[in-house]
């Protein structure tokens, strides 16, 4: 089997398979300009590998991240990474989601019972038991008489320690929502660069195809010349 054919690149002077050949013309101008930037000698009629292509898209798209925020952060260099490693950032995302301590996961049933109708239910049913097992069973004289001085302290007590509980649920609460944005962010931003990639290899596509058409029609227009020369020339003989 004959190998594959070949080709040496014009940007680099490496030399690639002959499928990854790109042309400088399908090239848009803001990368072509980039490219120039690294390799004046570089031109439209030149040839460059389409990985080395991918990584002045890369190149091109960082420097657009750098002059509309400044500076990449931390997020944008891992969607970066990601998109040039052509990785799922999903996957990377659930990957870091750190288990619940047991402290965690008791503040959370707790918060989510202190915040539900079977808690108020149940509280009420509790009071009301008392109040008449105090106030009218045992005719005022159990263990906790009017004005329910045992009473109000138990419920103190559990409201002093219920608040701080609930503020614990609540500050993971909002930590898990900037998780969650940033996350979201980072997906955002993965999406709208690679739509813009995908863009690129749209118009490098759509301009080969192009070119290939009007070679197609050079020959077609070749092949008609050559017909139309032996038809003048056989009318000549006759």
Same mark, same amino acid.
């Given at each position: 089997?004959?190998?594959?054919?070949? =080709?040496? %690149?014009?940007?680099?002077?490496?030399?690639?398979?002959?499928?990854?050949? *790109? %042309?400088?013309?399908?090239?848009?101008?803001? *990368?072509?300009? #980039?490219i120039? $930037?690294?390799?004046? +000698? =570089?031109?439209?009629?030149?040839?460059?590998?389409?990985?080395?292509? &991918?990584?002045?898209?890369? $190149?091109?798209?960082? @420097?657009y #991240?750098? $002059?509309?925020?400044?500076?990449?952060?931390?997020?944008?260099?891992?969607?970066?990474? @990601?998109l040039?490693?052509q990785?799922?950032?999903?996957?990377? #995302?659930?990957?870091?989601?750190?288990?619940?301590?047991?402290?965690?996961?008791l503040?959370?049933?707790? /918060?989510?019972?202190?915040?539900? !109708?079977?808690?108020?239910?149940?509280f009420? =049913? =509790?009071?009301?038991? !008392?109040?008449?097992? &105090?106030?009218? !069973?045992? /005719? @005022?004289?159990?263990?906790?008489?009017?004005?329910?001085?045992?009473?109000?302290?138990?419920?103190?007590?559990? /409201?002093?320690?219920? /608040?701080p509980? *609930?503020?614990?649920?609540?500050?993971?609460?909002?930590?898990?929502?900037?998780?969650?944005?940033?996350?979201?962010?980072?997906? @955002?931003?993965? %999406?709208?660069?690679?739509?813009?990639?995908? +863009?690129?290899?749209?118009? +490098?596509?759509?301009? +080969?195809?192009?070119?290939?058409?009007?070679? *197609?029609q050079?020959?077609?227009?070749?092949?008609m &010349?050559?017909?139309?020369?032996?038809?003048?020339?056989?009318?000549?003989?006759?």
């Open positions: 089997m004959p190998p594959a054919p070949t =080709f040496i %690149s014009d940007c680099s002077g490496r030399e690639f398979p002959e499928a990854d050949r *790109i %042309s400088g013309r399908t090239i848009r101008q803001p *990368i072509l300009e #980039l120039q $930037k690294d390799q004046p +000698h =570089f031109s439209e009629d030149d040839y460059l590998a389409l990985t080395e292509l &991918n990584e002045y898209r890369r $190149k091109y798209i960082q @420097n #991240l750098l $002059k509309e925020v400044g500076q990449l952060s931390e997020l944008e260099q891992t969607v970066l990474s @990601n040039q490693a990785a799922t950032l999903t996957d990377k #995302l659930e990957d870091d989601v750190e288990p619940l301590t047991l402290g965690q996961r503040a959370d049933g707790m /918060a989510s019972f202190g915040g539900s !109708w079977t808690f108020i239910l149940s009420l =049913f =509790f009071l009301l038991c !008392w109040i008449v097992l &105090n106030g009218f !069973w045992m /005719a @005022n004289r159990g263990f906790d008489p009017y004005p329910f001085i045992l009473l109000n302290l138990l419920l103190s007590c559990v /409201a002093a320690m219920q /608040a509980i *609930i503020m614990m649920s609540q500050n993971r609460q909002e930590d898990k929502d900037r998780q969650r944005a940033r996350k979201d962010y980072m997906i @955002n931003l993965k %999406s709208e660069l690679e739509i813009r990639m995908l +863009h690129e290899k749209l118009d +490098h596509l759509i301009m +080969h195809q192009q070119q290939d058409m009007l070679e *197609i050079q020959i077609q227009v070749e092949i &010349n050559d017909i139309l020369t032996k038809i003048e020339g056989s009318k000549l003989v006759t």
